[in-house]
């Protein structure tokens, strides 16, 4: 042990990391191809958490033109090459390339993988009771797919021609035509190859979670008295289980068109001086193919985020959380409505007007499942006897976020109105808070919180709090202000709004957010560094250091292959039983029985009490 | 050399972290706090809930105040109007309930902030409480797509039939502008018969096309209904003009629609302008104030390549009389083209006499 842990006198158990431990592993299947949950949790962090760094540099990047049209970049060269024109320019491609891959390294590989792949891997064994996942195999086979499909995309961000550049969404013909832009040819494909890797990856790691789920829970853990988090991850599974096959679909259409000459999205084109023989496909059709799983996504990087957030926001307010059931089915309604929303995203792109208001109506009842979970938040506070760790506060911050990005989902929903808006940097705005920065904390809040079971160490709080007020403050000082050129008109992925005159204000605004997030990304670094070297150097972790009900407190400081030691803790109650009255502690774990805890229980379960004891003592009788 | 900097820099700056986080870790040792449940840390941190709403809804109505001057300017098309009065309808709305739920997001934090001698109130649900916040939002997405809904019908209703036809096509990366013509109806086009000169693929086997000219300002005419007809030739563009709020794709092989009526003129414009002070700043450029050269713009919303941030197009709008001299006096494509028409093989004089 390091001379760091010598001073730290915290309550460890002793016996926990000898004994459990397989011996006949080596480095490579104990590190590299594991089958553990926790270490595939652990690659899935740390994969996400080096993409987060790079999409994150990105939009250091191309903010750096927004913000400074007129600077010269000429000391960006060594990094960028010929992307810097010998003027000092960016070139207007690249600032397309950048913020194409910016969005797809944040929304999948940052948001997706990075964290439904974390924290479904590593809480749902735990929370649940089970020794590893439905199959072990998959789930390694899972990451594995995941880092295939990384090392793709990133070798696609050194092509000469570039990285695919047609916005995250890659619409045809732009991205089916290498002649409309260079990064439409080998970056192209590149990117749906990636992606393509990606899916199968989602697709292997989803269904195992719902097995998992479905299969695994231990005795007594009915769906009933599920952790927030395992109903999230599991809606979210289910989610992406049926909607990536979708994209999987588009993009494989979009590689005939492509390659094999077929007209899927393609039709009545003349480019590079000549016509094209296509005729009779749609880009329309590509649309619908694309957001029908493009909307799902967003509850998909979001759900997670809300489950973790649910978990800690009660375990730290010292309360249960506020309306369990109506939080089930909120996320319930959310999952459905998620699928029946995605042409909010077409009102303007000659969709049949009819169905315009069709999707209007839909979209705008997601808001009422979305309120209630706000407000459940935010009641669950009243009263508690709240203790601000680092997720809290994450926690907290995620549910202004929610709030504030989610309001703005009102006004695009409305057809009439996304008329305007639909576009512009008011779109930026609402997504970056609601789905960007609103999952991003969530993301943080799951880091600070379980770091003490994953690497069996503690974070530094303090460090964490500057984390979170830098961030939190960061964030809100970079989107905001995006409300505001997005009601002046400024359409996205613009790489200069000079051109203009109706685009000509708001100069110094641009400057200020980016200079806002060139500090927002640095404070990261905070994070980063904390992370890290707390693996190593934290101090170690007590068994259960924040008082939690949940089962994954009840393993041993660092678990080995199989979680617990002994039998597998069979559940009693919901997780949610804290500040009890009359309880001796603060809180309950979902593993003490009702007969052990006459003092509180509730009329109704004094009667529980009395079965557990009867079967208990059938247990024993079988046993004898 | 800068890397070697940039490389000490980043271990200096390693170090540094370490040192700050062996000290915190050590005063919290020192302190016993690392014992306590809740530290000073807590009291800070809920202190600071409170003063970040201050000062952040502070923020945000000081700039909003600031900001408003650079908007865009009252609607110029009878539809306009209607949407700007749905969004800053529903903008107050949800301004309301960012506000009162911030609120107490905010304060709660401070106010049930850990105290040792209190302890949580066990409260896992209320039916009626979420029966309220489902009914109440419920019913106020309902007055709300109702609204939208009324206006959505009413912008994307069938064109009259005199309305003024004017084709848009995009294209890497600029604009063409076609209008009917004293027939009133534009031309056939195939992008098969695309090539330099003919950027539009106009079919000249259609009498319709015969007295179609392009331009290269939109000229439109104040207070009568006017078609676009929206077309892209290779890849996705979108047409947006910001000023009559007005949005919609040009598709490839896809022809899309877009109708409004036109209520201010340019010249009107730019007198209204004139009495706001924003407008009336120096244009450092011209030397002008920069309401003297207000012109209402079309821009491209859908990435569409490397050029994309400047497809620009100027739109004027005219008084009928004045927007009719104009139209009378453009010159149709099929006769400044002669030359080029012929080559392809048609029987220019023909086309000639069936003008009149
Ligand atoms: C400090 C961090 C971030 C900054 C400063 C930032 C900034 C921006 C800006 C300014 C754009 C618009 C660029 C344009 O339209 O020209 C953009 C696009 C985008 N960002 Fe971010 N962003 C950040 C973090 C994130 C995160 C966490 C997500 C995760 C969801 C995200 C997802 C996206 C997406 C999906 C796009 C759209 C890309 C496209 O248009 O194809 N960003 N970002
Ligand atoms: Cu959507
Ligand atoms: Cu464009």
């Known amino acids: 042990m390091s001379t760091v842990d010598i001073d730290i006198h915290n309550t460890t158990d002793a016996h926990d990391h000898h004994d459990d431990h397989h011996h006949n592993e080596n480095f490579f299947t104990k590190y590299v191809f594991s089958l553990d949950h926790k270490t595939i949790a652990k690659q899935f962090l740390i994969t996400g958490l080096l993409w987060a760094f790079i999409g994150g540099l990105l939009s250091g990047i191309f903010r750096l033109q927004l913000g400074f049209p007129d600077a010269d970049l000429t000391w960006l060269k060594p990094l960028l090459g010929d992307w810097i024109g010998a003027d000092g320019k960016m070139d207007t491609e690249f600032y397309l390339a950048a913020v194409t891959m910016h969005g797809t390294i944040m929304v999948f590989f940052v948001l997706t993988a990075g964290l439904s792949g974390t924290f479904s891997n590593f809480l749902i064994p735990l929370q649940i009771g089970a020794r590893d996942m439905a199959s072990g195999f998959l789930n390694m086979l899972s990451y594995w797919f995941f880092f295939l499909s990384s090392v793709i995309m990133f070798i696609s961000l050194f092509l000469e021609t570039g990285p695919a550049s047609g916005g995250w969404v890659i619409y045809p013909p732009l991205s089916a035509l290498p002649q409309a832009m260079s990064g439409s040819g080998l970056g192209m494909t590149m990117w749906l190859v990636s992606m393509t890797f990606f899916i199968v990856s989602s697709l292997l790691g989803g269904i195992n979670y719902i097995t998992t789920v479905i299969n695994l829970r231990t005795e007594g853990l009915s769906f009933a008295k599920l952790p927030l988090t395992i109903w999230a991850f599991f809606l979210t599974a289910v989610i992406g289980v049926l909607s990536f096959p979708v994209l999987f679909a588009a993009a494989l259409l979009l590689v005939f068109d492509r390659s094999f000459g077929t007209s899927f999205y393609l039709s009545e084109i003349y480019i590079g001086g000549e016509a094209l023989p296509n005729v009779g496909g749609s880009p329309i059709l590509y649309q619908h193919l694309f957001w029908f799983l493009g909307h799902p996504e967003v509850y998909i990087v979001l759900l997670p985020a809300l489950g973790i957030t649910s978990e800690i926001i009660a375990t730290n307010a010292r309360k249960p959380i506020f309306g369990y059931r109506a939080m089930i089915g909120s996320m319930l309604g959310i999952a459905f409505l998620s699928f029946i929303v995605w042409a909010h995203h077409m009102f303007v792109s000659g969709l049949n007007p009819f169905l315009g208001s069709v999707f209007m109506f839909l979209t705008l009842i997601i808001a009422v499942p979305s309120a209630v979970k706000a407000f459940n938040y935010i009641t669950t506070l009243w009263r508690g006897n709240i203790i601000f760790t680092p997720a809290m506060l994450f926690s907290i911050g995620l549910v202004s976020l929610f709030i504030s990005g989610g309001v703005t989902g009102i006004v695009l929903g409305n057809s009439a109105i996304d008329i305007q808006l639909h576009d512009t940097y008011f779109v930026v705005a609402h997504f970056h808070l609601v789905m960007g920065s609103a999952s991003f904390f969530g993301m943080m809040a799951g880091v600070y919180h379980w770091f003490p079971k994953m690497f069996g160490r503690m974070m530094n709080e303090k460090l964490g709090y500057v984390h979170f007020w830098m961030t939190f403050i960061g964030v809100y000082l970079v989107f905001f202000p995006m409300h505001y050129i997005g009601i002046a008109g400024f359409p996205r992925r613009y790489y200069s709004f000079t051109n203009f005159d109706a685009f000509s204000t708001f100069t110094d605004l641009n400057t200020f957010i980016s200079i806002a997030a060139i500090i927002t990304l640095t404070a990261q670094l905070i994070f980063a560094f904390n992370f890290f070297f707390s693996i190593f150097k934290g101090k170690l972790a007590p068994l259960n250091p924040w008082k939690s009900s949940t089962l994954e407190w009840t393993t041993p400081r660092l678990p080995g292959h199989g979680n617990w030691t002994g039998a597998i803790p069979k559940v009693y109650r919901w997780p949610y039983d804290y500040s009890k009255p009359g309880a001796k502690d603060d809180f309950i774990a979902q593993n003490v029985p009702y007969s052990e805890t006459p003092e509180s229980n509730l009329p109704m379960e004094q009667e529980l009490a009395k079965f557990e004891k009867e079967d208990s003592d059938e247990v024993k009788k079988v046993n004898e | 050399m800068t890397s070697v900097l940039l490389l000490v820099g980043g271990i200096l700056l390693v170090v540094i972290l370490a040192l700050v986080y062996r000290i915190f870790t050590l005063v919290s040792i020192a302190k016993g706090s690392t014992k306590k449940r809740a530290s000073t840390s807590n009291k800070v941190n809920a202190i600071l809930f409170p003063i970040a709403f201050l000062l952040g809804f502070g923020a945000i109505f000081w700039y909003s105040g600031i900001a408003q001057k650079y908007f865009l300017p009252e609607a110029a098309s009878a539809h306009g109007s209607e949407i700007d009065y749905l969004f800053w309808l529903t903008m107050a709305i949800i301004g309301f309930a960012f506000f009162a739920t ?147 794709d040009a598709v490839p092989g896809m022809p899309t629609k877009f109708w409004f009526t036109p209520t201010k003129t340019t010249a009107e414009m730019r007198e209204m302008l004139s009495q706001e002070p924003a407008w009336q700043e120096i244009n450092p450029e011209t030397g002008e104030p920069r309401y003297k050269n207000f012109n209402y713009e079309l821009a491209c919303t859908e990435v569409c390549g490397g050029g994309h941030f400047a497809m620009r197009k100027v739109i004027i709008v005219e008084e009928p009389e004045e927007f009719d001299k104009w139209h009378n006096e453009q010159e149709s494509w099929a006769s400044k083209n002669k030359d080029y028409l012929s080559s392809k093989g048609y029987n220019v004089l023909e086309l000639a006499l069936s003008e009149d």
């Open chain 2, 102 to 248: 911030h609120v107490l997001l905010f304060w709660f934090p401070f106010k049930y902030q850990y105290k040792e001698s209190r302890s949580a109130y066990f409260y896992p649900h209320n039916d009626k409480l979420e029966i309220v916040w489902t009914i109440i939002p419920a019913i106020v997405m309902t007055i709300l797509v109702i609204s939208g809904y009324v206006v959505w019908n009413d912008v994307t209703s069938p064109a009259p039939s005199e309305a003024l036809n004017v084709e848009i096509m995009g294209k890497q990366f600029n604009w063409e502008v076609r209008y009917s013509g004293n027939d009133g109806e534009l031309g056939r086009h195939d992008y098969k018969k695309i090539d330099g000169t003919n950027a539009m693929g106009i079919d000249f086997r259609d009498p319709n096309s015969i007295d179609d000219f392009t331009a290269r300002d939109i000229h439109l005419p104040k207070g009568r209904p006017v078609l676009l007809n929206i077309r892209a030739r290779d890849v996705l563009h979108s047409v947006f003009m910001p000023h009559f709020r007005l949005k919609m």
